[in-house]
């Protein structure tokens, strides 16, 4: 089943490569059908076949390239499978307006594939492999269009993930020659417990850096400001949902499934971990409040964000990793409606900086609406999704009796009001502010752009209230 | 079932916010009306006594839940009773506007964002209240959209929810460490925090002090209120200052008396601090009143100045000062959603802001300048107007206290504080009544006294002022009796 869902994309790919040029209709068609498909049996091997294992390659018995769902790959994947279709539906009327379809539909499903394998990983080197295998498939949807901002910014895209990456080579290699098997194991694996301490420190730290590279921590996120040239549905979904998280997602299964908890716990490499992904979240939001480029902007939030994720894993406790898996979930939810807002504001009404959202209401009601309403929730208003993550993660912080924890509390509610800077400010200034121009003529997007939207706004609400389900998975998957 | 009354009073005003929200024209019976059923609602809640009512809870058993105590309705109908007069003076107001509903819409939810206030049962309720009254009511701020309206209401929505955040600290603080699920007369905190008294616990609680302390415009946290007070329109202004503002002094008495317990913080640096901050903010908000020329600024600073005596009560944790605390609370709603009225009540038909062209204005309108006169006489502390009463309580308390240093600060600061409060409130009035020489300012303005609607207001409010002080003892023995119940 699982296999029938990484092929699906690649045929679908495959098909837009070669029919896609015969009309818009007809790639259209392949696409969404393709996705949708995929999501379906996605969501059939979430649900009929956990823990199937599927052994693909075997280039040594250390080395092989194998995959299960496990806890955390189900979420990832299971999150993956309920956005990729959304935003397949909002790319169909964006991309009319950037040109280039056929190239970028045929990647984007492609991208699909590939995120799907990274979140079914079964162990380190299956992870490490995909995870190149993502950059080198979204780097062409940056370099879109190939003007030269275009071109600079996969460059940079490539030499920065490219680059650090080899850090998490490091780290990879290290765990193989300390240890039979590169599988993850919920509590890591036992044989590097006994291994020479400080050198496996030094590897997590590598790898933290390494697979941190996705997501965004500094020093290394530098990439995603400026990846938010390429096209909207591609900072929308890749750099804010799936290239990021499978950031986090890495840098989780090396601290839960590879090194374990308990061997980094209490150490310098916590320490640094914590401190540099608290530090973040201050740079983050503080260039946030600075850029004036909405989508840059988001794209600054977002660097917050995924470190508010680190923050709640480096915790190193079953209640941080839950916070942050919950903050995984609900901020790509909200990020994903966001850039897609800043993507509909941009080519309806050709706006892009955030002055220009003076009385935006009166053109597109429905959008400017509901990026106030993710922007309420992205603060942290109760009783909204992220203000749950966000006492899961502040009530973690306390609880796991770490100095930098415990400041690193207070570095996110700091970091709350600054959202509410950055993002409630623009959110007035588009519903209160009265337009220049007397009579505008009413400018929401289609219906594609539309639905969207509405599936995300009523998914928000419906996790807002009714999320006991879903916690308690993340409660299971955590061992509390 | 009883419990679930606790729901109406604060769903009434939704109702009528969203009515106003989506009304496509103004309809002064139905706000009328909207405002009347409210302040009922309050009223009625003294009938259904003490009583809980969960409301929904979310992820990681984060319940909301509301409690109805003494305490709390005090507030309540405090609260509603002064959007009822505001809110009648602004059906005047707003007579000639082209389009008053937004306003009302966004005056609806303020309403219910402090009744939920009131009725919050536990730290994270109120937590979610208190932001949910910051959006409600900064767009009251942004109502003529002008430029500096606009940079007003934003800078009041990001120093309250900077507040809000700074208050999640302490709030997810000390919900972690209280043995309670909701609010309790005197505290609930673990015996291990309250006597080991970590620093953590003090610095959380410090933080969340000043958190919710800048809705109620304690120093350093100030900053919004001079700027978002006088630019809102005078009737919003009225409800901020009068009764907004009161909304952080709950928060500030919940966390310190329902939450925390007295006997936690008591003689601690946090307390030092907390009170140092608030008589620095009785003066800095007094000397400033003292330099503003327009009369809503002024008014502003005042009220920066007065609430912190109301801190500066429940930071001492002693049972008089706290009483004075409560006393002063009530009477400073009144007498400054007054002021603040009389005050808009001027700018629009005596034509001007500048207190100094306000000479002989006593003239053209008496009804106006006479209940401002009433209300800033009481503010000042005269007797035997009701400022006299609870400032007496209040210095009383500071004294019994034994508190070295600020047993004789305190009352030495609320006294020159007062004479500060009547050099910027004396000559206004006097000057109003009596031009002196030369031909009377107003003369040349075109001043003529405000319509019926926006006097009545003006006169309840005046009325209750004076009443308030003259037999206030029903009062004194209700704030009594709650008091008694938390130390």
Not at chain 1, 253 to 274: D, E, F, H, M, N
Request: proline share 4%.
């Amino acid at each position: 089943m699982l296999l029938i869902a990484f092929a699906l994309p690649l045929l679908g790919s495959a098909l837009v490569f070669t029919w896609g040029r015969k009309g818009p209709k007809i790639r259209r068609w392949i696409s969404f059908l393709f996705t949708l498909a995929t999501s379906v049996f996605v969501c059939l091997a979430l649900i009929m076949q956990p823990d199937k294992h599927y052994l693909l390659l075997e280039f040594t018995s250390r080395m092989t390239i194998a995959f299960s769902l496990d806890g955390m790959g189900s979420v990832f994947a299971g999150l993956i499978a309920f956005l990729w279709p959304l935003a397949m539906l909002y790319a169909f009327e964006y991309m009319e307006h950037e040109g280039g379809e056929n190239a970028f539909f045929g990647q984007y499903l492609l991208c699909y594939t590939i995120t799907l394998l990274v979140a079914a990983s079964e162990n380190l080197f299956t992870l490490y492999f995909f995870f190149e295998a993502l950059t080198l498939a979204t780097v062409f949807l940056v370099a879109h269009g190939f003007s030269r901002a275009s071109m600079y910014a996969a460059r940079k895209y490539l030499y920065y993930l490219l680059g650090a990456v080899s850090l998490g080579f490091l780290s990879m290699i290290g765990v193989l020659s300390y240890s039979d098997t590169t599988t993850f194991v919920y509590g890591g694996i036992a044989a590097l417990a006994e291994a020479p301490h400080t050198m496996m420190l030094l590897l997590f730290v590598l790898g933290f850096f390494g697979f941190g590279v996705k997501a965004a921590v500094f020093p290394l996120h530098g990439w995603l400001p400026t990846a938010s040239v390429a096209p909207t549905p591609v900072t929308s979904l890749l750099h804010a949902v799936a290239v990021v998280n499978a950031g986090v997602f890495s840098v989780a299964r090396l601290a839960y499934y590879i090194y374990g908890p308990q061997l980094i716990s209490g150490t310098w490499a916590q320490t640094l971990c914590l401190s540099m992904a608290s530090f973040t979240i201050l740079f983050a939001s503080a260039k946030a409040i600075h850029e004036q480029h909405l989508k840059r902007r988001l794209a600054y939030s977002t660097i917050s964000n995924l470190s508010y994720m680190l923050f709640g894993l480096m915790l190193l406790t079953p209640f941080g990793f839950r916070a942050g898996l919950m903050h995984m979930i609900f901020h790509s939810l909200i990020k994903l409606t966001l850039f897609s807002c800043a993507g509909a504001i941009m080519i309806r009404t050709g706006r892009v900086y955030v002055q220009q959202l003076r009385g935006l209401y009166r053109q597109m009601p429905i959008v400017s609406v509901v990026f106030a309403f993710c922007a309420v929730e992205l603060v942290g208003i109760p009783p909204f999704i992220i203000f749950q993550s966000k006492w899961a993660l502040i009530t973690a912080g306390f609880q796991s009796g770490h100095l930098v924890g415990v400041l690193g509390v207070g570095v996110l509610l700091i970091s709350a009001a600054c959202t509410a800077a950055y993002l409630l400010k623009p959110a007035v200034t588009a519903l209160a502010l009265p337009l220049e121009d007397a009579k505008p003529k009413k400018n929401d997007p289609g219906w594609q752009m539309l639905v969207p939207f509405f599936v995300l706004v009523t998914a928000m609400l419906l996790l807002a209230f009714a999320n006991k389900p879903l916690i308690d998975y993340l409660t299971q998957i955590a061992q509390i | 079932m009883q419990s679930a009354l606790l729901i109406v009073p604060p769903v009434l005003p939704l109702v009528f916010g969203v009515y106003f929200l989506f009304a496509r024209k103004m309809r002064a019976w139905v706000a009328g009306a909207g405002l009347v059923l409210s302040f009922l609602a309050a009223v009625s809640l003294t009938l259904v006594g003490d009583a809980v009512q969960p409301l929904f809870s979310v992820a990681l058993n984060v319940t909301f839940i509301f409690k109805s105590d003494a305490a709390g309705r005090l507030f309540a109908v405090l609260f509603s009773g002064m959007f009822l007069t505001a809110g009648f003076f602004s059906l005047g107001y707003f007579k000639h506007h082209p389009n008053p509903a937004k306003f009302f819409a966004f005056y609806f939810f303020s309403l219910f964002a402090l009744l939920s206030l009131c009725m919050a049962g536990s730290l994270v309720t109120m937590y979610l209240c208190f932001e949910t009254l910051t959006l409600c009511s900064f767009p009251m701020v942004l109502f003529d959209r002008s430029k500096e309206a606009v940079a007003a209401a934003i800078k009041y929505m990001l120093y309250s929810i900077t507040g809000a955040m700074m208050g999640l600290f302490g709030v997810i603080y000390l919900t972690l460490h209280t043995g309670s699920a909701t609010f309790i007369a005197g505290g609930s905190l673990e015996q291990a925090v309250a006597e080991g008294q970590p620093a953590l616990f003090l610095i959380a609680f410090f933080i969340c002090m000043i958190g919710f302390g800048t809705k109620a415009g304690i120093f350093p946290m100030h900053g919004w209120l001079p700027t978002a007070h006088p630019i809102a329109p005078s009737p919003a202004s009225a409800v901020l200052s009068g009764v907004v503002v009161k909304a952080g002094v709950l928060c500030i008495f919940r966390v310190i008396y329902f939450a925390v317990g007295p006997a936690a913080i008591r003689g601690t640096w946090a307390q030092t601090a907390l009170l140092v901050l608030s008589l620095l903010t009785v003066l800095i908000g007094s000397a400033q009143a003292l330099r503003q020329k327009h009369i809503k600024r002024r008014l502003a600073y005042s009220t920066v100045s007065q609430i912190s005596y109301i801190l500066f009560g429940l930071f001492m944790l002693e049972d008089l000062a706290v009483q004075g605390a409560l006393l002063h609370t009530v009477f400073h709603a009144v007498m400054k959603t007054c002021l603040f009225l009389c005050a808009g009540s001027v700018m629009v038909y005596g034509g001007t802001a500048d207190v100094d062209e306000m000479r002989g204005i006593g003239r053209r309108m008496p009804v106006t300048m006479w209940c401002f006169a009433f209300a800033g006489v009481g503010l000042v502390g005269i007797p035997p107007l009701s400022g006299f009463l609870s400032k007496w309580v209040l210095a009383q308390g500071a004294v019994q206290s034994g508190m070295q240093v600020f047993s004789w600060l305190g009352p030495v600061i609320l006294l020159v504080s007062a004479l500060l409060t009547a050099g910027y409130i004396a000559p206004v009035v006097l000057s109003a009544f009596f031009p002196g020489g030369g031909k009377a300012q107003a003369e040349t303005l075109a001043a003529k006294e405000a319509p019926a609607v926006m006097l009545w207001p003006l006169i309840a409010l005046a009325g209750l002022t004076l009443l308030f002080g003259l037999y206030a003892v029903p009062l004194r023995n209700l704030i009594q009796s709650i008091v008694q119940t938390l130390l």
